[in-house]
């Protein structure tokens, strides 16, 4: 980092990826931050700098102290160990410290009581639920939230769903295979010990919206620009298996959506406003990416100028909107993503979102990373009036 890059980092005040410190003189203080940083996005902690970017005068025995110091935090008070990299830098004719934290690769990294810090703005604060802490888990690709295990025994399977998938699938009847049931649902990675994981369940199980109640799609129509608790056109929570679930809210929306005449005679149905693949695209992208570590529904919207998809969970590590755009992909449900290209029009390369917005370039996605949702607004078409003299 050269002098000047310093300069304009300080007068930008901290964020989530800058944190200043005027002296370091605690490991365990020390080894706080470092953590944060890890199970976070990484970043700098700057040592030296004052909380209004001035210079605190720290010495060369300060900078030997302070290495050490580093050094002794990363290897001995941080689990699993971590390598920062340090760098010495002028700042006013005094001494500078950034110490470059990586996020790390096997999260999640605890001080030595076993503290879970992440960054929170310009702050850190201990990570206390369990689904914050299974989706830094998940994020490694230690676990992932459709393998969590669920109270719906193999006995709750639909017998001709499943019976009909296998066949087609595997090109003989289930009846034939002489495995038992409960390690067939094993070697598919659906069941464990005698119950469906989340993916098995929302798959093949019956009444799943009795097992997995929050996993369902919320659907209402308003007649505006806005959410109106005391005014809408239509509702309905949809619930059911995921091919089911796909069905009926793709049904949904097509039920609220215009269609234009686009040159056709009088008699014609007409187009769709939005091309249906556009909406095909994205219900599945949203059923099959969301984060299921979140006991929330995916919600669909429509108004009468968008329609909103807003599906529980950011988008995983490092995506960005650009990087979707483009045509990556992080597979957060690996069980339910394998499935989903035989049950659902699904392909599973990354090409979903790229095949919307080549069908209908007019699609905003918005991250958000805080609130730990994402959403996908579909805007339509103006409506055209016929003018008369």
């Known amino acids: 980092m050269e002098t000047t890059e310093l300069i304009e980092l300080l007068a930008r005040n901290e964020d989530s990826h800058h944190q200043f410190k005027a002296n370091v003189t605690n490991e365990a203080s020390l080894a706080s931050e470092m953590v944060a940083f890890s199970n976070t996005q990484g970043g700098k902690l700057i040592i030296g700098v004052h909380d209004d970017g001035s210079s605190s005068g720290l010495t060369r025995e300060d900078m030997k102290r302070l290495s050490n110091l580093v050094s002794n935090a990363a290897s001995q008070q941080v689990k699993p160990p971590i390598n920062p990299v340090t760098e010495n830098l002028a700042l006013n004719g005094d001494l500078v410290m950034v110490v ?31 689904e914050e802490i299974q989706r830094m888990y998940q994020s490694v690709r230690l676990i992932h939230g459709d393998e969590i295990p669920t109270e719906a025994s193999i006995n709750d399977i639909h ?20 495995l038992p049931r409960s390690q067939i649902l094993h070697n598919l990675n659906l069941a464990k010990g005698g119950f469906l994981n989340v993916a098995g369940a929302l798959l093949f199980a019956n009444n799943v919206q009795f097992r997995l109640p929050a996993f369902i799609v919320k659907c209402v129509t308003y007649p505006g620009v806005d959410i109106d608790e005391d005014e809408y056109l239509d509702s309905q929570d949809v619930a059911g298996t995921l091919r089911q679930v796909f069905d009926d809210t793709l049904g949904f929306v097509l039920r609220h959506i215009k269609r234009v005449q686009a040159n056709q005679g009088v008699n014609s149905l007409g187009k769709l406003e939005v091309p249906k ?94 609130g730990n949702f994402f959403k996908v607004i579909i805007c339509l078409p103006p409506i055209k009036h016929n003018l008369s003299d």
Do not use: C
């Open 277 to 370: 693949i556009v909406f095909e695209e994205l219900i599945t992208n949203a059923l099959i990416h969301r984060d299921y570590f979140v006991s929330a529904p995916v919600r669909v919207f429509v108004f009468s100028d968008r329609i909103e998809i807003i599906s529980p969970g950011h988008l995983p590590n490092n995506l960005t909107i650009e990087n979707i755009k483009s045509g990556n992909s992080n597979i957060r449900n690996p069980v339910l993503a394998s499935f989903a290209t035989k049950l659902l029009p699904y392909r599973g390369l990354g090409s979903g979102i790229l095949r919307a917005v080549k069908a209908y370039s007019d699609i905003v996605f918005e991250d958000y990373r805080e």
């Open 100 to 130: 470059h934290v990586s996020e790390g690769i096997s999260k999640p990294y605890m001080d030595k009581n076993g503290a879970i810090w992440v960054k929170s703005g310009p702050d850190k604060r201990k990570a206390t639920s369990r």
């Open 159 to 178: 017998e001709s769903l499943f019976s009909a998938f296998y066949e087609t699938q595997f090109e003989e009847p289930l009846a034939d295979q002489e």
